[in-house]
Structure formats: structure tokens, C-alpha cells
């Protein structure tokens, strides 16, 4: 595993995070014992960085099982808050408190390196205000009790990117942008450098479209992209690799993100 300096934190980053969505859930069912596996093989192979969200299922509570016992000061720990359901979003200043506290007993731990507000853009962006509004100002609270070291914002959205980039955030993790299939995110990196503000590329996979098992069923890529991407993962099959080490690869020879 390689590591990387990381403005976050006063330690090395591995390259590679464990984001908790997939045991959590969100894409397919998976069993308790394999998720809590998987966890452990991350660890084992030297990544130090996970992250979940109350909306991955039960994420918190498994990663809280998994990485319970390892040394707190060798990992780093992300969260995120205001979504908790396909269709449920409260970005409210009590919501956002609830939310971290009950994070924190499933995690075990006194503090998160850093906590997002997740998917603010989402339902046509009616909660904007109120997430860059109260929830920001919530989470700006506990960073200033050293509960959180650092807050940002999880999105999909470019121009919620440009936005984030001129207000008081320390990070912003953008899915689905820097990739095989989209390589977008690279117009917003010298900005993101001049303002001190840290991108996280996640979804690296492009949310199973660079996997061998395909998208979930809810991924809106209609059947003829679906099956040209089957063929992509056969043909780096047939070259003895997998379409996610060619995936991983290409995210991670890029040193701006």
C-alpha cells in the first residue's frame, strides 16, 4: 500500500480508502461475516482510512465491530450526516447533532477526522440552504470542540464543487468524476489548490459500472451501456486482469486528488 501526505491529518493517508457503502448494503445484500471481512482485509492490507454514512445500512455498526480494538491513532475515521434514506434528507441543526452523536457510539470513538454533509444537491437541490446553511454551521461547532477535526460536503455535483470552493470547508468528496468513464473532477483541481480545499475522488469504480458484477439494479445506465461495459470486463479478463485493477489504477496515477 502506498501512502500520501495528506493536509488533514499530521499522518500519511493510504492511496486507497474503504468506503462503507458496499457493506453496508447500497448495492447489493451483503452478509454480516463478509462485510465485516472485508473490513478487516482493508485494514490488514494497510489501508487506514474508512468512511461511512448513516444512509449505508448498517456501515456504522459493522465498521464500529470490525476496527473495534485497532489503534484509534493510526486510523482515520469519516462520517457523514443529512441523509438517511433514499428519500430522506434533514440537514436540520438537531438532526445533524443526533446524527454525529449516534455515529460516534457506533464507531466507539471520541472524535471523526472528518465529517461530510452528504448529498446536498439532491431532490432539485431544495435543501442547499438549509445544508450550507444550519448543518454546516452545526458541524463548524464541533470542529471547534474537537469533536470533528475537519468538515466537507459529499456530492455529485460540479457546480455544488465551484460553490464549496469559496465558502469555509476543509475537504469535498466528489463520486463519480475521476474515473475511466469521466474525468471532470481535473477541472477543478488547481481552484481546489489555491483555496487549501482537499478533494477526495470516491467511487473510482463509477458505482459499479467498472466491476465485473455491473451496476446495482437502480443505477440509471440504460441496457446497451450496461452491456458494452459487460465487454469491457471481459476483454481485461482475457488479458489476465479485472476491469477494477485497470479502474483503481488509472484513479490512482493521478496525484491531484
Same mark, same amino acid.
Request: glycine share 10%.
Given at each position: 500500500?502506498?501512502?500520501?501526505?495528506?493536509? #488533514?491529518?499530521?499522518?500519511?493517508?493510504?492511496?486507497?480508502?474503504?468506503?462503507?457503502?458496499?457493506?453496508?448494503?447500497?448495492?447489493?445484500?451483503?452478509?454480516?461475516?463478509?462485510?465485516?471481512?472485508?473490513?478487516?482485509?482493508?485494514?490488514?492490507?494497510?489501508?487506514?482510512?474508512?468512511?461511512?454514512?448513516?444512509?449505508?445500512?448498517?456501515?456504522?455498526?459493522?465498521?464500529?465491530?470490525?476496527?473495534?480494538?485497532?489503534?484509534?491513532?493510526?486510523?482515520? #475515521?469519516?462520517?457523514?450526516?443529512?441523509?438517511?434514506?433514499?428519500?430522506?434528507?434533514?440537514?436540520?441543526?438537531?438532526?445533524?447533532?443526533?446524527?454525529?452523536?449516534?455515529?460516534?457510539?457506533?464507531?466507539?470513538?471520541?472524535?471523526?477526522?472528518?465529517?461530510?454533509?452528504?448529498?446536498?444537491?439532491?431532490?432539485?437541490?431544495?435543501?442547499?440552504?438549509?445544508?450550507?446553511?444550519?448543518?454546516?454551521?452545526?458541524?463548524?461547532?464541533?470542529?471547534?470542540?474537537?469533536?470533528?477535526?475537519?468538515?466537507?460536503?459529499?456530492?455529485?455535483?460540479?457546480?455544488?464543487?465551484?460553490?464549496?470552493?469559496?465558502?469555509?470547508?476543509?475537504?469535498?468528496?466528489?463520486?463519480?468524476?475521476?474515473?475511466?468513464?469521466?474525468?471532470?473532477?481535473?477541472?477543478?483541481?488547481?481552484?481546489?489548490?489555491?483555496?487549501?480545499?482537499?478533494?477526495?475522488?470516491?467511487?473510482?469504480?463509477?458505482?459499479?459500472?467498472?466491476?465485473?458484477?455491473?451496476?446495482?439494479?437502480?443505477?440509471?445506465?440504460?441496457?446497451?451501456?450496461?452491456?458494452?461495459?459487460?465487454?469491457?470486463?471481459?476483454?481485461?479478463?482475457?488479458?489476465?486482469?479485472?476491469?477494477?485493477?485497470?479502474?483503481?489504477?488509472?484513479?490512482?496515477?493521478?496525484?491531484?486528488?
Amino acid at each position: 500500500m502506498k501512502y500520501n501526505k495528506w493536509a #488533514l491529518g499530521d499522518r500519511p493517508v493510504s492511496e486507497l480508502s474503504f468506503g462503507g457503502s458496499a457493506v453496508g448494503g447500497v448495492f447489493r445484500p451483503v452478509a454480516e461475516q463478509d462485510a465485516i471481512a472485508a473490513v478487516t482485509a482493508a485494514w490488514e492490507s494497510g489501508m487506514n482510512y474508512f468512511d461511512m454514512s448513516p444512509f449505508y445500512g448498517n456501515s456504522e455498526e459493522l465498521l464500529g465491530r470490525a476496527l473495534r480494538g485497532l489503534p484509534r491513532d493510526e486510523l482515520y #475515521l469519516s462520517t457523514k450526516v443529512g441523509r438517511y434514506g433514499w428519500e430522506n434528507f434533514d440537514y436540520s441543526t438537531e438532526r445533524v447533532r443526533e446524527s454525529l452523536t449516534n455515529s460516534l457510539a457506533l464507531l466507539h470513538t471520541d472524535h471523526f477526522d472528518l465529517v461530510f454533509l452528504h448529498d446536498v444537491e439532491y431532490q432539485g437541490g431544495k435543501h442547499l440552504g438549509q445544508a450550507l446553511g444550519e448543518g454546516l454551521t452545526e458541524l463548524r461547532r464541533f470542529k471547534r470542540l474537537g469533536v470533528v477535526r475537519a468538515v466537507g460536503v459529499a456530492t455529485y455535483s460540479l457546480p455544488v464543487v465551484n460553490d464549496c470552493l469559496h465558502r469555509e470547508i476543509d475537504a469535498i468528496l466528489v463520486h463519480n468524476h475521476y474515473n475511466l468513464l469521466d474525468t471532470r473532477l481535473e477541472d477543478v483541481k488547481e481552484l481546489a489548490a489555491a483555496r487549501g480545499v482537499t478533494i477526495l475522488n470516491a467511487s473510482p469504480l463509477a458505482s459499479g459500472l467498472l466491476s465485473s458484477a455491473g451496476p446495482a439494479a437502480w443505477h440509471p445506465v440504460n441496457e446497451d451501456g450496461r452491456a458494452l461495459l459487460k465487454s469491457a470486463a471481459a476483454l481485461c479478463e482475457g488479458c489476465g486482469t479485472s476491469i477494477e485493477a485497470v479502474a483503481l489504477r488509472f484513479a490512482v496515477a493521478s496525484d491531484a486528488f
